[in-house]
């Protein structure tokens, strides 16, 4: 089993290499692969340390799988040629998270449509797999008609030039500006670039992607996005609109027993999501788990996951341990 991570100096490659190592996945080799101004650098995995390499010399490698965090254009030129070296790749790009021929997975939702023929294989977005994970359960038991979505989202989704804004605010020093804005002390409601109806593409990835992942295109959903002076871990006021009533301690009861969720949701001890103790772990939190007296079969709750590992490296990583105990590399 030859492994390849493409991308594997950057934020989310970083996560990846130390999930990989953490979840003790199997591989016989690995292969690290940057752009050509990091070719060569060494990077310490395990006990010992690995060259970075160039995208072409891994493609010829032939690696089993490819795990991608390398930007939207570098996965539209390089991961079908990886594809055609008869190489899997698993993507956390939006490149190809909305292809029509592309499966879109969070594999506790939807690993079971995988097959052998898929050689690319999108990650969806970090808000909306957090959301998904949470509310898959709940669809399958009651349908979702509507969500209505705010993130709280950290700086470290944006990338290593934000979190060095983000601290360089706090200690008071002159830097680069990865927003257009102040990060420390703000809050910015401009996540991604501005679509010509008025949403950024980050709203617009959670009403797409939703629909995708949990195959019903019937799912209405709205979402505002923002940017807070977090380093690490999302958030996200849910409000879900079902078509079947529900009760409050079945929906707890569902939600508890979903892999990879966790219930934090009681309040005479004050336990409830919050991204300092999500930052770090795997799972994805769910708690203020309220009814919405405004309307009928209406639901509120309150989602907090770190995006660089479940939004990100582990999502992928998971999915590359399900191809490879299906054998479907």
Known sequence: MKIAIVGATGLVGTV?????????????????????????????YKDGVIKVISIPDAISQKPDIALFSAGGSTSLEWA??????????????????????????????????????????????????????????????????????????????????????????????????????????????????FEENGYTKEEMKLVRETQKILDDRTIAVT?????????????????????????LDRVRELLSNTDGVVLQDNLETNSYPMPMYANGKDDVFVGRIRRDGSQPNSLNMWIVSDNLRKGAATNTVQIAEYLVANNLV
Not at 86 to 102: F, P
Not at 156 to 183: C, F, H, W
Not at 226 to 246: K, L
């Open 223 to 247: 979402a505002t996005a923002v940017r807070i002076p977090t380093a690490g871990g999302h958030s996200e006021a849910v409000n879900i609109e079902f078509e079947n009533d529900f009760e």
């Open 16 to 44: 990846m290499l130390k999930v990989l190592e953490e979840r003790n996945f199997q591989h016989d080799e690995l292969l690290l692969v940057a752009s050509e101004r990091s070719v060569g650098k060494e990077i310490k």
């Open 80 to 193: 079908p040629k990886f594809a055609e070296a008869g190489t899997t790749v698993i993507d956390n790009s939006s490149a190809w998270r909305m292809d029509q021929n592309k499966k879109l997975v969070v594999p506790e939702i939807n690993a079971n449509q995988l097959t052998r023929s898929d050689k690319i294989i999108a990650n969806p977005n970090c808000s909306t797999i957090q959301m998904v994970m949470a509310l898959a359960p709940l669809h399958k038991e009651y349908k979702i008609k509507r969500i209505v979505v705010s993130t709280y989202q950290s700086v470290s989704g944006t990338g290593v030039k934000a979190v060095e804004q983000l601290e360089n605010e706090i200690a008071g020093r002159d830097g680069e500006m990865a927003y257009p804005y102040p990060i420390a002390k703000n809050a910015i409601p401009h996540c991604d670039i």
